[in-house]
């Protein structure tokens, strides 16, 4: 049982930055991948990015891809996701997601994620 838990969401400016935290208990943190991903209203979710078990392979949408990063604090049971020159599209609850292989062959695809949080609320203004 993995139970994951975000951070930091809120209101941000176009251009400015935003870190986004992702708190995990249960399982031994440092045994599994994590994701983040995101649903806009009237959309479906979407895969944002992802890193490997120790953070040594991270995989990004391309739509994020130079703007966010993705990384993790294994002594902190954390995950994070850093977003820099965040745009009005990239508004959306944004969710952290546990996927219990250590390195996911198939990053992007949600149903490979076995736990979720909550989901933390992202504005970004014009």
């Known amino acids: 049982q993995v139970t994951l838990v975000e951070s930091g969401g809120g209101l941000v400016q176009a251009g400015g930055s935003l870190r986004l935290s992702c708190a995990a208990s249960g399982r031994t943190f440092s045994s599994y991948s994590m994701g983040w991903f995101r649903q806009a209203p009237g959309k479906e979710r979407e895969f944002v990015a992802s890193?490997?078990?120790?953070?040594?392979?991270?995989f990004y949408a391309d739509s994020v891809l130079g703007r966010f990063t993705i990384s993790r604090d294994n002594t902190k049971n954390t995950v994070f996701l850093q977003m820099n020159n965040p745009k009005p599209e990239d508004t959306a609850v944004y969710y952290c997601?546990?996927?219990?292989?250590?390195?996911?062959?198939?990053?992007?695809?949600?149903?490979?994620?076995?736990?979720w949080g909550q989901g933390t609320q992202v504005t970004v203004s014009s």
């Open positions: 890193i490997s078990w120790n953070g040594g392979s991270t």
């Open positions: 997601a546990a996927n219990l292989a250590r390195q996911p062959n198939h990053p992007g695809w949600g149903a490979s994620y076995a736990y």
